[in-house]
């Protein structure tokens, strides 16, 4: 974020109180209720949370443990307690609510198809004594590459079912991507489909199973299972390959769930961090179930009649949280979409709105941004009426987007839920409640009921109001990750830093607070990128260009970009003499696509400067300071004296190489 932004958001000053009639009918009504909740909390940290787990989740077996600290960072929550994710999201709703619709899936074409509670239950055990048949069992790790689509929820919550983990890939990552990831959780299987179909066009995700399968060292991998979305062209294996459709076909319509322990590991899902290496975030059953729903209630005020409508992809933890699990947990009936916000055209998301009857809609700034610029005026022309909350998530929306959402979308009528949480969190730590909190653009607001944030300095001393600092959690919550997956020492080291005596979780955003409290994230403090609300580590990218036989050495850094949030600028050094002209412009086009092979599109440089070498100390230290400035086009007003080669300062400013 720039410092005009932050500057911005400081000086906002604009607050809009809820309306009294939503008030009223709100799950968690005022800010008196909102305050009694935090003083429960206060007063009795796990009760409150006993209380809460017991009212959300149904169990096979009752706890009687809350909170295990005794072996901190590595906490454990209500572990003795047994239940099952996927029966808590379909069996328990069976004798209530059989035939209410669970997702109403739009495909990217535009044809809808709806499933029951009723039917989503057949299809999940069928899915589910499918896996068995494979001899998949409690443990083991699945790793499903699908497309948005009713069949993925039904893998998912397969896994659930049996005990089996997941860890879902989003479908714009490559089959470097899919391998790493294949290994790192040591995955049985892959759950897959020939083609996604997105914006009109086919992508092919099946080739890039075979592409990470035939990159070697993935024996763990016995079977693919393939989901036909496009009839689009397969190569087989066989033996290995198989339909969903044959292996589901002749199952038994029931699946008695497997019990597990609150701490069984419910899924993993990869993010980026400082370092090269993707982490494997590993999430509980019960603590990640119960956040899931509580945060349907207190944050999106579920209400049964509502229609819920998170866009985000099942490959990222908001599609785990508010697509797969949480409207599940509480009944909801929930829009799912394969396409893309732009196809047709820019009104889809308005459209789908309307013709679906809407009820809160939770989409990413970015995605705001881009439909402000294609069609600003476009949600007029469709009947938006039936919206009563509107929700954001995955990074800093600007007060300007805040105004157009909260007028043209939602008609000032409708609350916006700022969102702010991590994959880490499995769900929202800090954002409005619809029916408690004043708004403020740009604002996340307070932290939920039972999340003990904070803002510190380097010491761990709590900054004043109206001063940056280090985000931190100071108690462990019931969704937090448990730990990363096969590096426990990673775990440790990236969220309990010893500079807190490894007592705060570190969220790694720096964050401001206000005179009333109110957070407002100021963006990672680490070497972490947010593009579009997706997490990309400059390490990542940088390790990626460097195995390019082309590269000696690159530095990448972000820039803010009115669209995106941020944008990914490289800098590099060729083994070759520095390209210049029509050269450069060649070699930016090859860096990208190389990038866009190893991780995937979202991670391609924006922007590719070439230099013979890169600002670096006397002891040899990139000074990424420098880089950032030359990113930004700003003015170098620092010292740079320390600089071993100066002059190469000017080659990098030069954006044609
Ligand atoms: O920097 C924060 C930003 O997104 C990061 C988490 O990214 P990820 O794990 O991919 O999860 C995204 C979806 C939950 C955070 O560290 N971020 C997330 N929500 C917000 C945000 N920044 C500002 N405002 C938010 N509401």
Known sequence: MSDQTIESLSQEKRLFAPDAQFVKQANVSGMVAYQALCAEAQRDYSGFWARHAREQLTWQNPFTRVLDESNAPFFKWFEDGTLNASYNCLDRHLATQPDKIAIIFEADDG????????????????????????????????????????????AMQACARIGAIHSVVFGGFSAKSVHERIIDAGAVAVLTADEQMRGGKAIPLKTAVDEALALGGCECVKQVVVYRRSGGPVQWSDGRDRWLHDLVSNQPETCAPEWVSAEHPLFILYTSGSTGKPKGVQHSTAGFLLHAALTMRWTFDYKKHDVFWCTADVGWVTGHTYVCYGPLAVGATQIMFEGVPTYPDAGRFWRMIQDHQATVFYTAPTAIRSLIKLGATLPNNYDLSRLRILGTVGEPINPEAWMWYYETVGKSRCPIVDTWWQTETGGHLITPLPGVTPLKPGSCTLPLPGIMADIVDETGQSVEPGKGGILVIKRPWPSMLRTIWGNPERY??????????????????????????????????????????????????????????????????????????????????????????????????????????????????????????????????????????????????????????????????????
């Open 492 to 657: 440790k080291n990236a969220y309990f830093p010893e500079e807190f005596q490894g007592k705060y979780y570190l969220a790694g955003d720096g964050a401001m607070r206000d005179e009333n409290g109110y957070y407002t994230i100021m963006g990672r403090i680490d070497d972490v990128l947010n593009v579009a609300g997706h997490r990309l580590g400059t390490m990542e990218i940088e390790s990626a260009l460097v195995a390019n036989k082309l590269v000696a050495e690159a530095a990448v850094v972000g820039r803010p970009d009115d669209l995106t949030g941020e944008a990914v600028v490289a800098f590099v050094v060729l083994k070759q003499t520095r390209p210049m002209g029509e050269d450069a412009k060649a070699m930016v086009r090859q860096l990208q696509e190389w990038v866009s092979h190893e991780i995937g599109p979202i991670a391609k440089p924006k922007e590719i400067r070439f230099g013979e070498n890169l600002p670096k100390t006397r002891s040899g230290k990139i000074m990424r300071r420098l880089l950032r400035d030359i990113a930004k086009g700003n003015e170098i007003t620092q010292d740079v004296s320390t600089l071993e080669n100066p002059a190469i300062l000017q080659q990098l400013k030069d954006p044609q190489g």
């Open 111 to 154: 044809t809808v198809t709806r499933i029951t509670y009723r039917e989503l239950h057949r299809r999940v055990c069928m899915m589910a004594n499918g896996l068995k048949s494979l001899a998949i069992k409690k443990g083991d790790r699945v790793l499903i590459y699908m497309p948005m689509s009713i069949e993925v929820v039904i």
